[in-house]
Antibody
Framework: EVQLVESGGGLVQPGGSLRLSCAAS????????MNWVRQAPGKGLEWVSY????????YYADSVKGRFTISRDNAKNSLYLQMNSLRDEDTAVYYC????????????????WGQGTLVTVSS | EIVMTQSPATLSVSPGERATLSCRAS??????LAWYQQKPGQAPRLLIY???TRATGIPARFSGSGSGTEFTLTISSLQSEDFAVYYC??????????FGQGTKVEIK
């Protein structure tokens, strides 16, 4: 069974930093590209960042570019999001999501999601 | 950026009735459109990809249609567990993935 479990959320002051983690199990983590997607309270979904299976390709939404860093450790089956210079508008539940891959071909929708971790940026 | 617009924002339906949700893209996304279901306090769950292909384990009462800029998610006979928020997502223009703002399906 595919499982994605996020951790590391919490309350942080504006300008502060936080590192989120996502522990993956039930599939060959090193074969899949991964994403972070966030959802502000009462709002819709916003894609945040993407990392390919080998970490060779990384993308960010404009809203977080230069402040957030995505990374992964395939030996530990883990995905990370380092968040710096946090702003009020970064307050959200952060989900890790797996990019669908069918017969080795990446299809680019998100087939499994974790339960999320809440990040609150407030003074 | 491709803007995804869902309608209506809220749909009130009685159990057993049919629900029809719409999603419109600001430019063609071909058939690269997915639908997700989200219940309160839960993560989104993939329902449909490729505009019309049901994901693993998704009941046949869920169906998707459309291509280009106009898409529809139909729930043929609403069950109690189907009351939730539904999001469409385009993945044609990756990595600039975008979601619609959601349609809440509530009990009438």
């Amino acid at each position: 069974e595919v499982q994605l479990v996020e951790s590391g959320g919490g309350l942080v002051q504006p300008g502060g930093s936080l590192r989120l983690s996502c522990a993956a199990s039930g599939f060959t983590f090193s074969s899949y590209s991964m994403n972070w997607v966030r959802q502000a309270p009462g709002k819709g979904l916003e894609w945040v960042s993407y990392i390919s299976s080998s970490s060779s390709t990384i993308y960010y939404a404009d809203s977080v570019k230069g402040r957030f860093t995505i990374s992964r450790d395939n030996a530990k089956n883990s995905l990370y999001l380092q968040m710096n210079s946090l702003r009020d508008e970064d307050t959200a539940v952060y989900y890790c999501a797996r990019t669908a891959t069918i017969f080795g071909v990446v299809i680019y929708y998100f087939d499994y999601w974790g339960q999320g971790t809440l990040v609150t940026v407030s003074s | 950026e491709i803007v995804m617009t869902q309608s209506p924002a809220t749909l009130s339906v009685s159990p057993g009735e049919r629900a029809t949700l719409s999603c419109r893209a600001s430019q063609s996304v071909s058939s690269n459109l997915a639908w997700y279901q989200q219940k309160p306090g839960q993560a989104p769950r993939l329902l449909i990809y490729g505009a019309s292909t049901r994901a693993t384990g998704i009941p046949a009462r869920f169906s998707g249609s459309g291509s280009g800029t106009e898409f529809t998610l139909t729930i043929s006979s609403l069950q109690s567990e189907d009351f939730a928020v539904y999001y469409c997502q385009q993945y044609n223009n990756w990595p600039l993935w975008t979601f619609g703002q959601g349609t809440k399906v509530e009990i009438k």
